[in-house]
């Protein structure tokens, strides 16, 4: 059978096997489009983020890959290192063959080596990755604009021009409560992407006062997948935008911008809420430290996380649930499970959890790989 011999790997690529990584993700993900795949993901498909990539390669011939770029997360309670896996792709013609399981199980080794403490990845395969670990977990909110919106054309300007300052899209940037940290070069590398759209909102002193970004490359067309400013400076961009287009267009945001998304459910046609993409915990012991840490700080000081060798211990004092499996705390941790709603907890033990459960955890579009 083809490819059952010679395969090598997985392995990380030599800086000569690296343009052959690029031949074949374009080739396999991107064979119609005018660009290059590192184009779309420039932090993460580099020379530079080399050794974290896997592949498989069959008589000097590269059979599949998948790229780990890590990313620290900040939060109001806890900082994350999360290591975010993409580009996974195996040649037709030596599929069937465990080589998916084998290049992904790498790349969660290396998310360990370097304390990640959780992997995440988007996928609609469920059931496969299921097999590795991972749960579906945290929280995407969908708004479907349909409609043209009113918005201020005396208080603020506005415009479709990229030649905007990495360094004002930095500073609204940095107002997010829960966000990737990023340098300004990788901002700079993140307006090139090809087929990204930034849309700006100005107020009439000429400061930034809000963002939108859609589309990344070949992804995320009609999709606002990353935004900066305050709620009236999104909603009046959002205008803008709807009369712009002069079509439908998707916004997506984090669960835990509540009073943004109440402003717009105002406005938009239809509301979904989804997963934030397919968790697996990398490093135990790492998470529940900076957990069980952020529960003392809010006051919560008789909070347990636990491993023995079968199972896991979770909740406070006496009332603890038993959890078999880490990949069954993805739901617990970062959601959808509501402890009001589920008879897991006593309704004291449900509220002291609730005063951080679910942790508010999100990736902007332009880090997603």
């Known amino acids: 059978m083809k490819g059952v011999a010679m395969l090598e790997g997985p392995k990380v690529p030599n800086e000569k096997e690296y343009e052959k990584v690029l031949e074949f993700l374009n080739?396999?993900?991107?064979?119609?489009?005018?660009?290059?795949?590192?184009?779309?993901?420039?932090?993460?498909?580099?020379?530079?983020?080399?050794?974290?990539?896997?592949?498989?390669?069959?008589?000097?011939?590269?059979?599949?890959?998948?790229?780990?770029?890590?990313?620290?997360?900040?939060?109001?309670?806890?900082?994350?290192?999360?290591?975010?896996?993409?580009s996974v792709v195996t040649d037709e013609d030596y599929r069937n063959q465990g080589l998916s399981h084998k290049i992904l199980n790498e790349s969660l080794s290396l998310a360990k080596q370097q304390n990640c403490d959780v992997a995440i990845l988007w996928t609609n395969l469920y059931d496969f990755y299921r097999k590795l670990g991972f749960e579906l977990g945290g929280y995407e909110i969908s708004l479907t604009f349909e409609r043209q919106m009113a918005y201020d054309y005396t208080q603020y300007k506005y415009?479709?021009?990229k030649n905007v300052s990495p360094e004002a899209l930095a500073k609204i940037y940095s107002q997010h409560s829960?966000?990737?940290i990023r340098s300004q070069d990788e901002f700079r590398k993140f307006l090139a992407i090809p087929n990204t759209q930034l849309y700006t909102i100005w107020n009439l002193n000429g400061t930034l006062a809000g963002y939108a970004i859609e589309g990344k490359g070949a992804d995320l067309s009609n999709y606002i997948h990353?935004?900066?400013?305050?709620?009236t400076a999104i909603k009046n961009l959002l205008g803008y935008i709807s009369h712009v287009k002069n079509h439908p267009f998707n916004f997506i945001a984090p669960k835990h911008s509540v009073n943004l998304i109440n402003e717009?459910?105002?406005?938009?046609?239809?509301?979904?809420?989804?997963?934030?993409?397919?968790?697996?915990?990398?490093?135990?012991?790492?998470?529940?430290?900076k957990i069980k840490k952020a529960f003392r700080n809010v006051g919560v000081s008789d909070f347990v996380f636990e491993k023995n060798q079968d199972s896991i211990l979770f909740g406070c004092n006496g009332d603890l649930y038993t959890i078999e499996s880490e990949k069954d705390l993805v739901p617990l941790l970062f959601g959808p499970i509501d402890f009001d709603t589920q008879d897991i907890f006593k309704a004291e033990t449900a509220q002291k959890l609730k005063t951080l459960l679910p942790l508010p955890l999100w990736i902007w579009g332009w880090d997603s790989v």
């Open 159 to 161: 415009s479709k021009d």
């Open 27 to 86: 080739h396999k993900l991107r064979p119609e489009h005018g660009w290059s795949i590192d184009k779309e993901y420039p932090t993460a498909l580099n020379l530079a983020n080399r050794h974290n990539m896997n592949i498989v390669v069959s008589d000097d011939k590269i059979v599949s890959h998948a790229v780990l770029k890590p990313l620290i997360v900040k939060s109001p309670h806890l900082i994350y290192k999360i290591g975010a896996i993409g």
């Open 178 to 180: 829960v966000a990737t």
């Open 264 to 289: 717009l459910k105002k406005y938009a046609d239809f509301v979904n809420e989804g997963y934030l993409g397919m968790i697996r915990i990398t490093n135990f012991d790492g998470l529940a430290m």
């Open 226 to 231: 990353e935004w900066g400013g305050s709620v």
